[in-house]
């Protein structure tokens, strides 16, 4: 049954933790999986989290099941906290998924079953796990202009060029903010473009939310989704809890329907929990826990916006902090960008053999397309990688 198999072809990300796990110099730098890391290269437990779990396991009596959709709890509170204030508050069917990614995918099914024939559109380029999980689920996928390599910005006249191509079979993919890999968000103005050509031309959008918070502010960062909720009749919101809750193996997110009237939704919601049954049944409930314990709790919620909010400030510093050593050291000017770039990653414009030469010559982990993970760098990092960019550039 299994010797036909070829050899596999693994994920560029998920490969990359493993080889700078087993890579044993003692001067190495871990820039790819998306990790926030503090100064002293820990993952911590945020303390809102922390205290919220020891109430979670002072006051839990079972670990009985919960339900296909999770805890309804959670769900609510993902939607207060995301559309509040929106037309599509009250037009909302959400279940808790394993991650973002979970969500994603059962998405990815549910559009299968309601419009088989559906391309689904990604940012070129996108996060590398967009087009597996859509494909998967056997959708095709097609990419539109993003971002411009040579200004390291967001092309939004190319953009829409290519998305007025996107008609009432398609849906388009839009990161929510901190854009995945390569650091450049579209300007409110570009929302609003998006937006319109959606209401116009019938496409439905699907914003993969998984950094708020880490790019401006929460509420700076949800500003073109909640606007894009508002207009449009459809749309897929998927949300993660693994970076701005710190709850990365948890395996906590959100997948949201937004649709013309809550019977459209509540059918949606019915097939979700019928996917959901037929692949994982129900979402691991420990992270979800935390998360409305923290957003039920005043006190908890203000710690935890304070640690969101210095988490975002701090990779701020960082990239101003490598940009300087870059600009100082080394007079150049090429890599300016990554002050202006948000979130966690940046695209770095290195080719494939440069990025490949950082790891075997410099044990710097970024991953083969140029992306690095600005929140995987510390402080004292920081002339090293300089350098070593400066040296395979
Ligand atoms: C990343 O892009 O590094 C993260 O979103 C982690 C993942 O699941 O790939």
């Known amino acids: 049954m299994f010797s036909h198999l070829p050899t596999p072809t693994l994920d560029s990300i998920i490969s990359l933790s493993a080889a700078f796990r087993e890579d044993p110099r003692e001067q190495k730098v871990d820039l790819g999986i998306g990790v926030y890391k503090n100064s002293d290269g820990v ?106 390599p040579q200004t390291k910005t967001v092309d939004t006249e190319a953009m829409l060029a290519d998305l007025a191509q996107a008609g009432k079979q398609d849906v388009v993919l839009f990161h929510g903010c901190c854009h995945n890999p390569t650091g450049a968000d579209m300007d409110f103005a570009a929302w609003q473009a998006v937006t319109a050509l959606a209401v116009k031309n019938g496409f439905t959008p699907f914003v993969d939310a998984a950094y708020l918070g880490f790019g401006d502010s929460y509420e700076q960062d949800a500003q073109g989704l909640r606007y894009m909720a508002n207009q449009v009749d459809e749309m897929l919101l998927t949300v993660s809890c693994s970076k701005n809750f710190g709850l990365y193996r948890e395996r906590t997110g959100a997948a949201m329907v937004i649709g013309k009237n809550a019977h459209d939704v509540a059918n949606a919601k019915g097939k979700l929990l019928n996917l959901a049954r037929a692949s994982y049944t129900m979402p691991p409930d420990h992270g979800a826990a935390l998360v409305r314990t923290v957003l039920h709790d005043d006190k908890l919620t203000a710690i935890w916006k304070q640690e969101l909010s210095e988490m975002q400030q701090r990779l701020l510093s960082l990239r101003q902090t490598l940009c300087k050593e870059l600009r100082n050291k080394y007079n150049t000017s090429q890599f300016d960008f990554i002050e202006q770039h948000k979130g966690m990653f940046t695209v770095l414009g290195l080719t494939p053999a440069q990025m490949t030469r950082l790891r075997e010559e410099f044990a710097i982990y970024g991953v083969t397309d140029g992306r690095i993970n600005i929140a995987g760098l510390t402080e004292k990092d920081i002339p090293y990688v300089a350098e070593s960019i400066i040296k395979v550039s």
Not at 59 to 65: A, G
Not at 96 to 120: E, K, Y
């Open 43 to 148: 993952t911590p437990i945020m303390h809102a989290v922390q205290q919220a779990q020891d109430i979670v396991v002072a006051e839990q009596k079972t670990k009985s099941y919960v339900g296909l959709a999770g805890c309804e709890i959670f769900n609510q509170s993902m939607v207060d906290l995301l559309l509040t204030g929106t037309s599509a508050y009250d037009r909302v069917a959400t279940i808790q998924t394993p991650g973002a990614s979970g969500g994603l995918r059962m998405f990815a099914d549910l559009i299968h079953f309601a419009q088989p024939d559906t391309t689904v559109w990604l940012t070129n380029p996108s996060y590398v796990n967009h087009a597996p999980i859509m494909q998967a689920a056997g959708l095709k996928v097609r990419y539109y202009a993003y971002f411009n």
